[in-house]
C-alpha cells in the first residue's frame, strides 16, 4: 500500500521559513518522480516542485528562487525547503506521486494527508 505522510507545516510571519518533509513507504521511491502540491481554499490545486528520479527539478513560476525541492532514497523522503514565505503560499500542502516528469496534478497517482502552511503576521 502506497503511504504518504507530510510533516512541517505551521504558522509562519511573512518572511519566514519552513521545511516540509514526506515520509514514503510501499513503492519504489527511488524510481519515482514526486511532487509537492497545494490547495488554496476556493481554488484548484496547483503544481509546486517536481523532483524525477534523475534528481531534475522543475518548479512553478510563483516559487523560483525561494523554494528548494529535495529528495533522500535510502531514507526514502521527500522535503521542500521555503523561503521568504508569502501571504498567498497560506495553503494545504501535499506530497505527491507522480506518473511522469509533468508538473501538474492530473499527473498525480497518490496523494498523501496533507500539512497546513499559513503565512500570516
Known amino acids: 500500500e502506497v503511504q504518504l505522510v507530510e510533516s512541517g507545516g505551521d504558522l509562519v510571519q511573512p518572511g519566514g521559513s519552513l521545511r516540509l518533509s514526506c515520509a514514503a513507504s510501499?513503492?519504489?521511491?527511488?524510481?519515482?518522480?514526486m511532487s509537492w502540491v497545494r490547495q488554496i481554499p476556493g481554488r484548484k490545486r496547483e503544481g509546486v516542485a517536481l523532483?524525477?528520479?534523475?534528481?531534475?527539478?522543475t518548479y512553478a513560476t510563483f516559487v523560483k528562487g525561494r523554494f528548494t525541492i529535495s529528495r533522500d532514497n535510502a531514507q526514502k523522503t521527500l522535503s521542500l525547503q521555503m523561503n521568504s514565505l508569502k501571504l498567498e503560499d497560506t495553503a494545504m500542502y501535499y506530497c505527491?506521486?507522480?506518473?511522469?516528469?509533468?508538473?501538474?496534478?492530473?499527473?498525480?497517482?497518490?496523494w498523501g494527508q496533507g500539512t497546513q502552511v499559513t503565512v500570516s503576521s
Open positions: 505527491a506521486r507522480m506518473r511522469g516528469r509533468q508538473l501538474n496534478p492530473s499527473w498525480v497517482t497518490s
Open positions: 510501499g513503492f519504489s521511491f527511488r524510481n519515482s518522480a
Open positions: 523532483i524525477a528520479p534523475d534528481n531534475i527539478k
